[in-house]
């Protein structure tokens, strides 16, 4: 089959590797019919992910079919259309039982395209299938489920619960690409006062305001004093949410909170980042990180097909999946050509 593989920073293939196969009682192999690339992909482009080995298939975000299930698998079968997780769950750990399944120590957690074979390919071996597929209605589109693959459990999970947003907020995301955008998505269902959204694009600022931002700022605006300014009483945000991973806009979710307030960290991190505790420590801020467990997907997924979940202009633009290194491309250059999200399908 054809496979996108990572062969060391900068430098990934799209070319023939063996077909997956079941390997576990518990594995299912999956027929991709739809994949994306996650900003994730590009942090283990650039190096920072250094448990990605030569040679790895990448993603972690797909729909497709079954088309073969190991005999300990005993939810989906041959033929189901299925959301294949970001998240892998052996079920049984502690943490599984407690229902983080990100933190899995029974061989799950983040492993598709990280620590096993992903599926930017034609076929993907899914280990764990009970608990890492998910079953889809007929009426969801394989677009718009795949935006529940990876982006929408872990904007609503780590960015506005861990967040703890509440009506009446004034909630600050920094970072307007899909992951910021799927936060301003989520948070939206908690009724916040505002949403201010921060980036340096202004195709991604739109975006937001499409998505529900109230007040966009670009990165020049956007100074401590000026969004906290939009704070009630002036004294900055009830939440941040940091939706890029990069020092800076980590440092700036810090300056930008009320004291009292919540920093919730998305984004995922190649480089140390200051945490100027001289400032903070007087301030009762409290500040979370975290994986997403997937635990939301099925909550997310009725109300996709409830017709509550609007997930529309998220996907920019479209390829076949012989398109990965275009794709790719596109994805990379975000800033210069609009794109969100991109999506590829088996033609």
């Known amino acids: 089959m054809k496979a996108l593989t990572y062969h060391g920073p900068g430098r990934r293939t799209w070319g023939d590797v063996p077909d997956p196969a079941v390997r576990d009682p518990e594995d299912a192999v999956v027929r991709v019919d739809a994949v994306t690339i996650c900003g994730t992909d590009l942090h283990i482009l650039k190096g920072d992910v250094p448990e990605v080995t030569d040679g790895r298939v990448l993603g972690h975000e797909a729909v497709g079919t079954v088309v073969e299930t190991g005999p300990g698998v005993r939810t989906v079968e041959a033929g189901d259309r ?15 039982r407690a229902a983080s399944y ?15 074979d992903g599926c930017q390919a034609e076929y993907v071996r899914t280990p764990f299938a009970d608990n890492s ?30 967040g703890r947003i509440t009506p009446g907020d004034t909630v ?66 009830d939440v941040a949410i940091e939706a890029v991973g990069v020092p800076e806009s980590f440092e700036l979710c810090t300056r930008v909170v009320r004291p009292g307030g ?3 960290n998305v984004g995922v991190h190649g480089k140390p980042a200051v945490l100027h505790l001289e400032d903070l420590w007087i301030r009762d801020v409290t500040i979370t990180t975290g994986l997403v467990d997937t635990r939301s997907t099925p909550l997310l997924l009725d109300m996709l097909a409830a017709g509550r979940l609007d997930v529309s202009g998220l996907v920019t633009h479209r390829f076949g999946l012989d ?16 794109a969100l999200k991109v999506a590829l399908f088996r033609t």
């Open 133 to 162: 597929l998910h079953r889809l209605p007929a009426g969801v589109t394989d677009e718009d489920a795949l935006l529940l693959a990876d982006i929408l459990p872990t904007s609503y999970e780590v960015g506005v619960l861990n």
């Open 262 to 264: 919540r920093v919730a």
């Open 102 to 116: 990100g933190q899995c120590t029974g061989g799950g957690g983040w492993i598709l395209g990280h620590l096993v």
């Open 323 to 338: 398109e990965m290194q275009e794709a790719y491309d596109v994805f990379a250059d975000a800033g210069g050509n609009g």
């Open 172 to 237: 600050v995301v920094v970072g307007a690409g899909p992951i910021g955008l799927a936060s301003i998505l989520t948070a939206r269902l908690y009724s916040p006062a505002r949403i201010i959204a921060v980036d340096l694009a202004a195709s991604r600022l739109d975006a937001a305001k499409r998505m529900g931002a109230d007040t966009v700022l670009t990165v020049a605006e956007a100074t401590p004093e000026a969004v906290r300014a939009l704070g009630p009483d002036g004294l900055g945000a």
């Open 82 to 96: 299925v959301l294949v997780s970001c998240i892998s769950a052996c079920g049984r750990c502690a943490y599984c």
